[in-house]
């Protein structure tokens, strides 16, 4: 059977005042549809994997939140992390999960926060990508087909085509965030591909790869055999879990794995990474500017976006080029675009200077 | 005895958001001291005149909020005007009511919306100008000594000095707002004053240039006598206020009378009138920044204002200069300050786009 892990733990200041510690991006309807980035991630995998299949995997504080958001998840479909350790032991984790659930089972693996556009090309996605992964022990990544020089995301290079299977490929290489010049090239070669951190396998080939490339985080969870999708299994986690090497998938297992392919997508995709991520993939007026479900009057204003958590509020502005105005509970942001980068380091003096009630 | 009358019936946008239609500047408090400007200058005057011989007049629409921010004054003492008719109906009515209890009474007439800083150079000058008016028929009117070149006020020219009493002067010429040169010439001649709009006279001696110089309105409010200060009085002035002439104290008596006087002060005084205005008497940072009652993260900010009226909010800016952040209720401003002279199209702009709500 298929299954879907769903991956909601992350933290990130980024968004900031709009994500606070309580309330992350996963959790935030930032484009005023109504749910938010977890429940559109939900809401999209449902014509694929239905909710009885569907599993959260998330940071322990925020089990509260995801029980509000998400009702519709079965209580034993909520994988609590007591600790962070990235997605290698995550994933390693679901795996045992489901496995003990249904040994043929295969699973897609997805982040909680990321902006999928293209609806039908994701379903059409999935379904070919786990007919593809159902056919033997193979490990396939999504990569999307990049439309600009993008800095800020990982690459995927294709190797060989996959015989009789257009856009699956074999992974010749995975790259870490390019400087300016080589995503130029790497955009104009059409060779590389943004590495959305979106997975499909069968459980048993992820595990297998686990035992190859990662054996330390094998070893913790596969001493679990036996407790897994029983009552026992939480208490086990929560002893074993903190022991797990922190490590991501890419490191623990993608790149060094032989049996790793690509599918090529084009999923209307951004990660909505930054404030400015976000002005890209928003609908702009003719000036530039993004007015982020909120009310804005402007006069004189370019390339900025507005971002108003309150509905009732209005933002009256002038004379401001390439800001971000995000004003969201206790806290009112302007600031120009290009130096979203420093909005984690504000985050750290805004905790010290006002206290933890600010972020 | 000693009267005093504060006007407080005024309106202006000039402060959107801070000020709103129904709670326009004077019942702010911006200087976060607890105290409105309103109830500031009902406090600084109780040291030259007790509680109940302060008349507050005012429209009807701020009744309320004038018993909720001076509750000790009693009910008698407030005088609600149907209709706005400028300050020399306001006068006419109030030296009226005033005489009808005090045939001997001295009258100091106050704006309700200005900052005074020098408290007791403000009493000693109140009581100067009480014994100055109460020794004959003259109009005195206060004179603020220049500190820059201001072209938002009036100015006052003094003439020659009154023997025996140091900084009092015949007024030579009212002057209407000068352009920036001439207000430079004006500040280096040390013969202007600006005009504060604070007025001293013996009850009989504004009825009197009421008669001789603006015979209409004083016909209005002469034909009441006998019904002043008692239980008729506000249903004559519901009748007739309406049909005053609209004028100023300016141009409908002191402008045209011969026994005009000046005291000339230095009350470390400002009206307010603008959000730059407001910049300019707040203590600043080192790069001209001012943060007006708020918590404030600023980074790389140069002249900039900041106000804002929620105590538990925190703004975080960044790249700003010379601009005027103003979030107040259900509305943020953000705005150069150059800009300021807009606000009053923006307001209407606002009521036109977004509705009452927001004005």
Same mark, same amino acid.
């Given at each position: ?5 769903? #991956? @909601?733990?992350? +933290? ?64 034993? &479909? ?11 032991? @995550? ?16 699973? =897609? ?88 951190? #979106? ?27 036996? @407790? ?18 922190? &490590? ?13 392919? +690509? ?17 890209? +993939? ?47 509970? &206790? ?15 504000? =985050? ?12």
């Amino acid at each position: 059977m298929r299954y879907c892990v769903i #991956m @909601c733990g992350g +933290v990130g200041s980024r968004f900031w005042p709009f994500s606070r510690e309580e309330k992350p991006k996963q959790f935030l309807d930032f484009f005023g549809t109504g749910r938010s980035l977890l429940q559109a991630t939900f809401d999209r995998v449902l014509e694929v994997v239905p909710a009885e299949r569907v599993l959260l995997v998330t940071n322990r504080r925020y089990a509260a939140t995801i029980r509000e958001q998400l009702p519709e998840v079965p209580e034993e &479909n909520i994988l609590l992390e007591p600790a962070r350790r990235n997605t290698a032991p @995550c994933i390693c984790w679901a795996a045992h999960h489901i496995i003990a659930r249904d040994p043929e089972a295969s699973i =897609v693996t997805l982040p909680s926060d990321h902006l999928v556009l293209k609806e039908r090309a994701f379903h059409e996605a999935l379904r070919r990508g786990f007919e593809f992964v159902e056919g033997g022990d193979r490990l396939l990544t999504l990569g999307i087909k990049p439309t600009s020089p993008q800095t800020g995301y990982g690459y995927i290079q294709q190797g060989a085509a996959v015989e009789g299977e257009a856009d699956f490929f074999k992974v010749k290489s995975f790259t870490e965030k390019p400087n300016i010049e080589l995503a130029k090239v790497f955009l104009e070669s059409g060779e590389f591909f943004w590495n959305a951190g #979106m997975f499909l396998w069968k459980a048993s080939a992820i595990i297998e790869a686990f035992r190859r490339h990662d054996p330390a985080t094998l070893d913790v969870f596969a001493a679990g055999a036996g @407790c897994y999708s029983t009552p026992a299994e939480m208490e086990f986690i929560d002893r074993v879990f903190p022991t797990a090497p922190s &490590n991501s998938i890419d490191y623990a297992v993608m790149e060094k794995a032989r049996n790793v392919y +690509v599918e090529t997508v084009d999923l209307g995709w951004s990660d909505v990474g930054s404030w400015k991520a976000l002005h890209e +993939v928003s609908p702009h007026d003719g000036n530039g500017n993004v007015t982020q479900n909120c009310r804005v009057l402007q006069h004189d204003c370019h390339n900025t976006l507005f971002a108003v958590s309150d509905p009732d509020r209005i933002v009256v502005a002038s004379g401001l080029d390439g800001y971000i105005v995000a004003d969201a509970g &206790n806290a009112l942001l302007i600031c120009p675009a290009s130096e979203e980068q420093r909005i984690r380091q504000v =985050v750290n003096d805004v905790k010290e200077r006002f206290g933890e009630d600010f972020i």
